[in-house]
Nanobody, 128 residues
């Protein structure tokens, strides 16, 4: 099972950008679906983006398309989330999560319950 450590969270003004990092250890990220989730206190974790390790195909919920970009650096074994044009409603704890791919044709889950490994989270705060 992989271990995940997030970093890069910060306090920024609306319109700003951040790049979050998820360092993967214990196995190759290429063998996993790796996702970013966002959680606001008192609410469930919502998926922001997911990337399929071996193919580098990514998927975003409709509400997240356009401003966020997920990427995987296979050499560094790290997954990144680029956040652009940040808005106050993007404030929350951002978590990295991973689930191993059973086969090359496996699809990645879009819900938090579909992931086995989680990081501790990194806080993003966007002010007006």
């Amino acid at each position: 099972q992989v271990q995940l450590v997030e970093s890069g969270g910060d306090s920024v003004q609306a319109g700003g950008s951040l790049k979050l990092s998820c360092t993967v250890s214990g196995d190759s990220a290429s063998r996993y679906c790796t996702a970013w989730f966002r959680q606001i206190p008192g609410k469930e974790r919502d998926m922001v983006a997911v990337i399929k390790g071996w193919s580098l195909n990514s998927w975003y919920p409709d509400s997240m398309k356009g401003r966020f970009t997920i990427s995987l650096d296979k050499d560094k074994n790290m997954v990144f989330l680029q956040l652009n044009n940040l808005k106050p409603e993007d404030t929350g704890m951002y978590y990295c999560a991973a689930r191993p791919l059973r086969t090359l044709s496996s699809t990645c889950s879009t819900t938090a319950s579909g992931y086995y490994s989680w990081g501790q989270g990194t806080q993003v705060t966007v002010s007006t």
